[in-house]
C-alpha cells in the first residue's frame, strides 16, 4: 500500500512539473497548428468563416507560379547559408578554443555580439553599408564587379547578400555550441594522439571531428529549420524583390492573409511550409544521426 501511493505520489510530481509545458505546448502550438490546416480546407477570409473546399487549395498551389518561385527561394537560400554558416562557425570556434583567459572571452563576445541585436537593427546597419551613394563596402562590390550595384534591387546579388547578412547575424550562437562540444572532448585524447605521432590535422579528423559530429549535427537542422522560416530579412531589406526574385514562402503567406485576406489559401501555403520543415529537418537529422555512427 506504502509503494503504491509513493508511486502515485511520484507521478503527480511528474505531472506537475510537465503540465505547465504542456499547457503551453497545447494552447499556443498545437491548437494553432490544428486550426491552422483546418482553415486551409476552406475558403475563409482572415477573420470569419468560409466555405468548406477540401484539398482544392492545394490544387491550386500546383498551378501558382508565385508559390513555386517562393518555393525554389526557399531552398536556394537554404543552400546558400545551411553548410556555410556551420562551416564557418566551426571554423572560428576552433580558432577560438586556442586561446584562454580574458581573450578568449572577449573574441566570444564579439562574436556573439550581433546574435543579440533584432532584425530591424541587423538589417539597417546593413543596408547602410550597402547604400549605392555612400555605402563603406561599395568600394569592395566595385571591386568585385567592375561597378557598384544596388545590390538589394538586383536578382542575381539580393540573395546572396542577403545571405551573407544572415550568416553575419546568426553565426555567433553556432560558435557557442561548437566551443561547448569542443570543451567536452577529454584532453587525454589530444595528448594519446600526439604521443601516437598524429599530426594537428590528424588529431582533427581522428579524434575533433568524430567526437563534435552530434553538435554538427544539431547546427546543421536548427540552422535548416531557421532558415526555412526566412522572413524578416527579406522583408527589411528587399520586400521579395526585384522581380520576386527574393520572394519566399512566408511572404507569401504575409501577402495572402494580411494584404489579400484569403485567409484560407494562406494556411494552405503555411500548412506547406510546415510539412516541409518537419519532414526535411527530421529526414535530415536522422541521416545525420547515421552518418555518425559510422565515424
Avoid at 491550386?60 to 518561385?69: Q, V
Avoid at 594522439?193 to 571531428?209: E, H, N, S
Amino acid at each position: 500500500m506504502a509503494m503504491l501511493e509513493n508511486k502515485r505520489k511520484k507521478n503527480l510530481i511528474a505531472l506537475t512539473l510537465v503540465a505547465p509545458f504542456l499547457i503551453v505546448f497545447l494552447v499556443f502550438f498545437f491548437y494553432p497548428t490544428l486550426k491552422m490546416f483546418q482553415l486551409s480546407l476552406t475558403d475563409a477570409p482572415l477573420i470569419g468563416e468560409g466555405n468548406w473546399v477540401g484539398f482544392d487549395n492545394y490544387v491550386r498551389l500546383l498551378s501558382d507560379r508565385l508559390f513555386k518561385t517562393s518555393l525554389w527561394n526557399n531552398i536556394y537560400f537554404v543552400l546558400l547559408t545551411v553548410v556555410p554558416t556551420t562551416l564557418i562557425a566551426l571554423g572560428i570556434a576552433l580558432m577560438i578554443n586556442r586561446l584562454t583567459g580574458r581573450l578568449q572571452a572577449l573574441i566570444m563576445v564579439l562574436f556573439f555580439l550581433p546574435y543579440v541585436l533584432p532584425v530591424s537593427v541587423v538589417t539597417q546597419v546593413w543596408t547602410w553599408m550597402l547604400d549605392l551613394q555612400f555605402g563603406v563596402l561599395q568600394p569592395l562590390i566595385s571591386l568585385l564587379a567592375g561597378k557598384p550595384i544596388a545590390v538589394f534591387k538586383n536578382p542575381d546579388w539580393v540573395m546572396p547578400m542577403i545571405a551573407l547578412i544572415t550568416i553575419w547575424w546568426t553565426t555567433g550562437f553556432n560558435v557557442l555550441l561548437f566551443i561547448a562540444g569542443l570543451r567536452n572532448i577529454p584532453s587525454e585524447l589530444y595528448e594519446a594522439a600526439a604521443l601516437d605521432g598524429a599530426t594537428t590535422r590528424q588529431q582533427f579528423f581522428r579524434v575533433t571531428w568524430p567526437l563534435l559530429w552530434p553538435v554538427t549535427a544539431l547546427v546543421l537542422t536548427l540552422q535548416l529549420i531557421l532558415q526555412l522560416k526566412l522572413f524578416d530579412q527579406v522583408y527589411l531589406t528587399s520586400n521579395g524583390g526585384p522581380f520576386n526574385s527574393s520572394y519566399v514562402l512566408l511572404m507569401q503567406v504575409y501577402r495572402e492573409a494580411f494584404q489579400l485576406n484569403h485567409g484560407g489559401y494562406s494556411s494552405a501555403v503555411a500548412s506547406v511550409l510546415f510539412i516541409v520543415i518537419v519532414v526535411v529537418s527530421v529526414l535530415q537529422f536522422q541521416l545525420l544521426r547515421i552518418g555518425g555512427r559510422g565515424k
